[in-house]
Nanobody
Framework: QVELVESGGGLVQPGGSLRLSCAAS????????MGWYRQAPGKQRELAAV???????TYADSVKGRFTISRDSAKGTVYLQLSNLKPEDTAVYYC??????????????WGQGTQVTVSS
């Protein structure tokens, strides 16, 4: 079994910054893609950013130039630096990791979500 634990959400004023973290633990052989998704009230969950095992990154157009995704593979942790935040960034942010376990079985795991609220 694999568990993802997120942290770092909170309330921030427009223009402010936050750093989200997601740590994976459990029966992990390797972690492939690691990503952050977000879901605003009344909207579908959408990709914010993803990073491959090789370090390649992809961002949603709405966050390009403001968010930065990174990972520490040795620690099984992915980060999302959120800068120049806007009220429309308000959402629950979820971490998703594609994990190969010790039985060489690969599947996606999701974190529990962390709330980010941008408001003055």
């Amino acid at each position: 079994q694999v568990e993802l634990v997120e942290s770092g959400g909170g309330l921030v004023q427009p223009g402010g910054s936050l750093r989200l973290s997601c740590a994976a633990s459990g029966s992990i052989r390797s972690i492939n893609a690691m990503g952050w998704y977000r879901q605003a009230p009344g909207k579908q969950r959408e990709l914010a950013a993803v990073i491959s095992s090789g370090g390649s990154t992809t961002y949603a157009d709405s966050v390009k130039g403001r968010f930065t995704i990174s990972r520490d593979s040795a620690k099984g942790t992915v980060y999302l630096q959120l800068s120049n935040l806007k009220p429309e960034d308000t959402a629950v942010y979820y971490c998703k990791c594609t994990v190969m376990d010790y039985f060489v079985y690969t599947r996606d795991y999701w974190g529990q979500g962390t709330q980010v609220t941008v408001s003055s």
